[in-house]
């Protein structure tokens, strides 16, 4: 592992600098569990293989919350390279724990809002996944300018997938979920993989039952799927 991991990758518990904070990194990268990383002092994108050991495609989930999806994917998919953005620290370290006990490789937990640190930080073309699972649906009018799923949002994400990626979204909110539908039928480089404004049944990645669900269905609220293929660049 070389010298410039020094600065790009800290501890689970959060510290930022410190010999201890990098010493214990450096080993939680040896031993194939998972780190947090401090996106603060990563160069760019080309910084990715230090952070993994090794380069390879991405599958992205935004807002992981404390949920295991990209724990189950990392061991499914093990030549890919997980990541989570999650703002809430003290979610980034219940989930980091959980992926460190398993001892699963793969899968890198980033604590920050995830659209600026995809803009900035992940290259066009290197993400096969997508995964929005219970975004927070922002029910009032006011706050409408604070949903992750817009026109900008998905033209970024678009950017960002290999040919013929996908991006793998669900809600409880029926409200959202027409928002979503709108939004998304009208980006010219998408397509709905189940038909212009259809839903999508729970298989694949869509059958990984996330820890909001569980909720929301024991409430006996309906589930909202959808999955769009990159037909074409943005
Ligand atoms: C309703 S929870 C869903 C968590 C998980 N996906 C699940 O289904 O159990 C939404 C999560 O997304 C996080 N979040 C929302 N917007 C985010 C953003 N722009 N960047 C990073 N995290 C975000 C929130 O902190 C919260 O933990």
Not at 48 to 73: K, M, N, Q, S
Not at 145 to 162: E, H, I, T, Y
Not at 193 to 213: M, N, R, W
């Amino acid at each position: 592992m070389g010298e410039n991991l020094r600065d790009t990758v800290s501890c689970r518990s959060g510290e930022e600098s410190g010999a201890g904070a990098l010493r214990a990194a450096r080993e939680a990268i040896r031993g194939a569990a998972a780190v947090e990383v401090s996106l603060d002092s990563l160069r760019g994108p080309e910084d990715w293989p230090l952070v993994y050991g090794a380069p390879g495609l991405f599958h992205v989930e935004i807002g992981a919350g404390r949920d295991t999806l990209l724990l189950e994917l990392g061991r499914q998919l093990p030549d890919r390279l997980m990541l989570g953005f999650e703002y809430s620290r003290d979610r980034v370290e219940r989930l980091s724990r959980k992926i460190e006990r398993a001892g699963v490789a793969n899968v890198r937990l980033v604590r920050s809002e995830a659209l600026q640190c995809i803009a900035r930080f992940l290259p066009a073309e290197s993400v096969e996944s997508f995964y929005v699972f219970f975004p927070d649906p922002w029910p009032k009018k006011r706050h409408e300018d604070k949903r992750l799923v817009s026109g900008p949002s998905v033209r970024l994400l678009a950017s960002r997938l290999v040919p013929g990626g996908r991006i793998f979204l669900k809600t409880d909110d029926p409200a959202y979920s027409r928002r979503m539908l709108d939004v998304l039928e009208k980006a010219p480089f998408l397509r709905n993989e189940y038909g212009p404004g259809s839903f999508a049944p729970f298989q694949g990645p869509l059958s990984h039952e996330t820890l909001y669900e569980r909720k929301w269905r024991a409430q006996g609220r309906c589930i909202y799927s959808l999955v769009y293929v990159r037909t074409s660049a943005p």
